[in-house]
């Protein structure tokens, strides 16, 4: 897996590509326990700072929040 790609996020203005991460383990936990989303590996976190945003690779409209303490 690489280890940055670039992708729309959804919440960083203007909604231009930005630099994604893949998902730490725990990141990948706390989605599994508290969301609906059980395959992870297709997810990718926004990497600009302060952002909080995952998203789907393979469905840009899927997206979750994270809290602070676990992004």
């Known amino acids: 897996m690489p280890k940055s790609i670039n992708l729309p996020c959804p919440t960083c203005l203007p ?4 630099p994604h991460k893949p998902l730490t383990k725990e990141q990948k936990d ?7 989303v059980k ?3 297709d997810w990718w976190k926004c990497a ?6 995952a ?3 393979t469905n840009e409209g899927k997206r979750v929040q994270f809290p602070p ?3």
Do not use: E, F, K
């Open 15 to 18: 909604h231009r590509s930005q």
């Open 30 to 36: 706390w989605m599994r326990q508290n969301t609906d």
């Open 39 to 41: 395959y992870t590996d």
């Open 48 to 53: 600009v700072t302060g952002c909080l945003t």
């Open 55 to 57: 998203r789907s690779y």
């Open 69 to 71: 303490d676990i992004a």
